[in-house]
């Protein structure tokens, strides 16, 4: 069930964890292989003065987590770990796009007959404008500059308008611990996002808060279906039976905005008269010439995480108001939340490293979590399945040789183009089994006839369906087998939310 592939491409010493008789396709090894052509810029900029001041740049390590596929630039799945500089393009541009756990009180028998009403709340308030996240420009300025703490010093902004009814500051400061970073990441400006900002006293409203995203995004409400860990299981409050909520969102426009920057930055600091990377992946020093090139960097790239995170919470408060309004008051607690999209500063020996995870989660154990709530047992880790198969959740073992990180998702087997292709027996049988909310409800009267909506509607679903992804019991095996995290709990789908 599991293979673990170490291999040499260029100077780069990787470590591949993959399914047994799983190879990354043609198109994920080149986009690899164009990554380690990494090493070639930084030999051409160690040779300028200054350029790299007090440490020697390296890649100290890479891995490739059971879930690795192409991605855009980067493979998906990719953790390289480096010494005195950083790789933007190496968390992509969905910065923070992460995974949110909530447990909740409701039972599936009230959701199942409930389910053609919560579809149409849904609908409302993910799609049809029905969100209503009033900010003022001051709460905005302190999300981006200090993330959910920042949401907490300001809420009172708000004035308990829309879904601020919701936002209970005891309760949030608590979910701060359960937050990787405790979801608020410190930053020195908010470059380039004073026009989304807005007037700094009036509420008002903008299109991305509360957005969950294209692609492999999702909102999920799920049953517990097996419990493999009972004693981690009940300490984190999940029982078999139980339903629980899995987010899987990003930052949207604004984490597009701080990779495009970073990438800007990246070049205006690069020297004249050396050949520019091929493969324009460029790396940013940690002091030498690009001093105030790093801190420019730090905190786009805090602006956009502090996004995500607070996107995240949001969109929680959504499905609980769906919930509210339908079945009546039931509890949601948060169990954690983390990025699979950032780069980690990471002290080893008193040295300085930077972690680089292009989904992929961090799987921490316990020394890594102490003077945590999860000290004890490990860092939760969530790893959904495709659409409609199993997700888990996991505890992490702190495995140093896989750089302390875990799969994000099963991965894809298909690209999305071949997917759409074929199928067709599979997709009826996953269609019937499955319900799934999108913004276009194929049963409305008036699209009948409109072929090229319902066309379109089809090929978005396609493209995620169960077959375009490996086997996530496979990938959850090779977690197992090679000591990255251990199994806690099997998760099934009741219903998924996808734009």
Not at 431 to 437: G, L, S
């Amino acid at each position: 069930m599991v293979q673990k592939i170490i291999y040499q491409d260029r100077k780069s010493v990787i470590s591949c964890y993959l399914p047994k008789n799983s190879a990354p396709d043609k198109n994920a090894a080149e986009e690899l292989h164009q990554l380690t052509a990494l090493e070639e810029t930084l030999d051409r900029l160690t040779a300028i003065p200054d350029f790299f001041q007090k440490t020697e740049p390296q890649i100290k390590k890479i891995i490739l987590t059971p879930d690795f596929h192409k991605g855009s630039g980067i493979p998906i799945g990719t953790v390289m770990m480096t010494k005195g500089f950083a790789v933007p393009q190496a968390m992509g541009n969905d910065i923070n796009c992460g995974m949110r756990f909530y447990i909740t009180d409701l039972s599936e028998e009230r959701i199942q007959e409930n389910l053609p009403y919560l579809t149409k709340k849904i609908r409302h308030i993910f799609f049809q404008g029905g969100r209503q996240i009033p900010m003022t420009g001051r709460q905005r300025e302190a999300l981006f500059r200090y993330g959910l703490e920042g949401i907490l010093e300001t809420h009172t902004d708000s004035k308990k308008n829309g879904l601020w009814q919701y936002y209970q500051p005891e309760i949030q400061e608590k979910w701060l611990q359960r937050t990787v970073f405790r979801g608020s990441l410190k930053t020195d400006d908010t470059e380039g996002l004073e026009d989304f900002i807005g007037s700094y006293e009036r509420l008002s409203y903008d299109d991305q808060i509360g957005t969950i995203g294209g692609g492999n995004h999702f909102l999920e409400v799920q049953r517990v279906a097996e419990i493999y860990d009972g004693q981690t299981a009940n300490a984190w409050g999940v029982k078999k039976g139980a339903v629980v909520v899995m987010l899987h969102a990003g930052s949207l426009t604004i984490g597009h905005h701080s990779g495009l920057l970073n990438r800007k930055i990246c070049q205006e600091i690069y020297p004249s008269g050396i050949t520019h990377p091929e493969n324009k992946i460029y790396p940013i020093p940690e002091t030498g010439i690009g001093s105030d090139a790093w801190k420019r960097f730090w905190s786009s790239s805090g602006n956009a995480a502090n996004f995500g995170f607070a996107n995240r919470l949001f969109l929680g408060f959504m499905i609980q108001d769906v919930f509210t309004h339908v079945l009546g008051e039931c509890n949601m607690d948060l169990l954690y939340d983390a990025p699979h999209n950032f780069i980690w500063k990471k002290q080893i020996a008193g040295e300085n490293y930077y972690i680089h995870r292009k989904g992929a989660c961090c799987a921490n154990g316990c020394e890594e979590m102490e003077d945590t709530e999860f000290a004890y047992y490990g860092e939760p880790v969530m790893i959904p399945g495709s659409m409609g198969s199993s997700s888990y959740l996991l505890r992490g073992l702190g495995n140093q040789d896989s750089l302390w990180s875990a799969s994000h998702g099963a991965g894809r087997k298909k690209s999305r183009g071949d997917a759409i292709k074929g199928n067709d027996e599979a997709f009826v049988k996953f269609m019937e089994k499955f319900h799934i909310i999108t913004p276009i409800d194929p049963a409305r009267t008036d699209l009948k006839g409109r072929t090229d909506i319902l066309k379109k509607w089809e090929e978005s679903i396609r493209a995620e369906a169960p077959y375009a992804y490996k086997d996530i019991n496979e990938v959850i095996a090779v977690h197992t087998a090679c000591h990255m995290a251990d199994p806690v709990a099997r998760l099934e789908p009741i219903f998924t939310v996808k734009a």
